[in-house]
């Protein structure tokens, strides 16, 4: 059953299996929200969960909903048109969509937050359900996010499609920072901004399928567009409140030694892919000359969002295992090459991103699933089932 398949690419050295066998998950949560009420209400659900079901698949299932979300929302409303007024050949998305939406956001929810609660119910806690959950995490950041923007449409009272990928790239940017912070310190330190910001979505969902998308075409006081005040409120949190949290906590575990102790360059080494990942996206997509961001923003976000995951992942194994995280990967190459070709060839500048996007697509389910099966081998465990004491 365990016996390596030679067609399989190992991800994982033996210095990175070492460190998951001597690894232990320590974190901080101090959300009021998630404290008070979430793990409240998760300590009741996840009664309800057979004690045969593994917390990998209430994991997976989780981030099927959000899956879901995404295509749907791409199917009635792919290039964001259908809540802005000004396009009124592109019919407005059904209220029906919006309530779906709400559900599947708290489903996706309320079993990310009951996964774990399962594990030290079945006794079955170990690093791959950590990875497991993370690393679909890093996925469901764009997954989410950019269902908002279906919300507001990308004409009036909301963003541009370029100002909507800065957007994703904020919050890409507190996700990795959090797990940048554990690289650090050893410890994860969860940001409150995760509770605040999926309860918030479930709301937008539920009051728009209520008044339609017309309840957010008014503007604040001071001629503030809702779309406007939804951007500057994720720009501000994340740097009055997230960045400095991080560097604090990053900068404790040296003044007190509690942490990992790492040098200077080894410390900031993670910060490196995710530095030359955006800029070059943001060129290709500032200095396209067919300018793509306009014309299929929902694939360039695609893209960069599953790249993202991917390096995510990458920092996600290191910090786990105490190893030093990857300067470069080679799934950087796919959007590299799509920015050369859009100067080179902005013609088939459209067809060429669809490719990037599918390449990009295998290759982070190729690096999932074999890292996945790899720990599965090396631990002797199964990803979606309860071990057997007989197996």
Not at 28 to 37: A, F, R
Not at 335 to 361: H, K, Q
């Amino acid at each position: 059953m365990y016996q390596k398949l030679r067609t399989e690419v190992e991800y994982l050295t033996d210095q990175h299996l070492t460190g998951f066998e001597n690894y232990k998950y320590s974190s901080v949560d101090t959300s009021p929200l998630s404290v008070y009420i979430m793990h409240p209400f998760w300590n009741k659900v996840v009664q309800y969960c057979p004690k045969w079901v593994a917390p990998n698949t209430l994991t997976f299932t989780g981030f099927l909903f959000t899956v879901f979300n995404f295509t749907m929302f791409a199917f009635y409303d792919y290039y964001f048109y259908a809540s802005s007024d000004d396009k009124p050949q592109y019919p407005p998305i059904p209220r029906w969509v919006f309530a779906l939406g709400a559900f599947n956001v708290f489903m996706a929810y309320t079993l990310d937050g009951i996964d774990g609660k399962q594990a030290r119910r079945t006794q079955t806690s170990g690093p791959l359900g950590e990875l497991f959950d993370h690393g679909l995490d890093s996925w469901t950041t764009m997954l989410i996010s950019v269902c908002m923007l279906s919300v507001f449409g990308r004409t009036d009272h909301s963003v541009s499609p370029l100002r909507m990928y800065f957007i994703l790239w904020n919050i890409f940017v507190n996700f990795y920072l959090t797990h940048w912070e554990k690289y650090n310190t050893g410890v994860l330190f969860l940001p409150w901004g995760y509770d605040l910001s999926m309860v918030g979505t479930i709301i937008v969902f539920i009051i728009t399928s209520i008044g339609g998308h017309r309840t957010w075409k008014f503007d604040l006081p001071g001629g503030i567009s809702i779309g406007l005040a939804f951007e500057a409120l994720l720009y501000v949190t994340a740097i009055f409140t997230s960045l400095p949290v991080v560097l604090w906590n990053i900068y404790k575990s040296y003044r007190d030694k509690t942490g990992k102790m790492r040098t200077f360059l080894d410390a900031i080494r993670p910060l490196l892919p995710l530095a030359v990942f955006f800029m070059i996206s943001t060129i290709w997509v500032t200095h396209s000359p067919s300018n793509i961001i306009e014309r299929d923003p929902r694939i360039v976000f695609f893209i960069v969002g599953t790249i993202f995951s991917n390096i995510c992942c990458r920092l996600i194994v290191s910090q786990m295992s105490n190893t030093k995280c990857d300067l470069l990967s080679w799934i950087l190459l796919p959007v590299a090459i799509a920015a050369l070709f859009s100067f080179i060839l902005p013609s088939v500048d459209l067809v060429f991103t669809y490719l990037v996007a599918i390449v990009a697509l295998l290759a982070h389910i190729h690096y999932g699933t074999c890292v996945v099966r790899q720990m599965c081998r090396h631990f002797r465990i199964h990803t979606f089932r309860i071990k057997d004491r007989a197996d």
